[in-house]
């Protein structure tokens, strides 16, 4: 439990990474050039595939958000086996 309070802040989803034209219309993307590399956050609401644009600024540290989510749910889930076992112990 001690390690889940020191977890940090997290976010549950899956960073995707891709390319996109931008709006600007002088772009050497908009005419066939290469295009510019942005990050989304992607998760399920209601069934549907959601995506969440992350600003270039922002992208360290909700990369970390996520990492930090992997790693609450591995404790949830270790706390989880550990509370199971406390239950069969109590049924002998």
Known sequence: MRQLSKVGPWVEGTLVCTVRTCGKNNCACRRGGPKHPVMYLTGKQKG???????????????????????RAKQLIRSISNVQKEIIRLREQ
């Open 48 to 70: 549907k595939t959601v995506s969440v644009y992350i600003p270039r600024k922002l992208e360290k540290e909700v990369s970390t958000w996520v990492e930090n989510y992997r």
